[in-house]
């Protein structure tokens, strides 16, 4: 059996003969509460905007850079390098609050 206690937190008890030891004022929920209750909260912006950023950050490196060195050395054109910068930027973009 599920409880949710006054602050929100969720306990389980396999056997009703334990409800003492439950803060006061807790009360019975059923499981569908429970692991609502107990999912992680979703990511805020903040948090998907780093994750874009640490996953363009690889990408550059792993994709972009190669393609900027042999711009450099006239070996693909810079209009190549930038494409794959905005490939890049479509596939792991920011989002604005």
Known sequence: MYYKTTDGKVWFLDDVEFEYVLPEGSVKITEEEAKLLAAPPPPTIEELNYEAKVMRAKAYIDEADAIFFKAQRGEASMDDWLS??????????????
């Open 84 to 97: 794959k910068v905005a490939e890049i930027k479509n596939q792991f973009p920011y989002i604005s609050n």
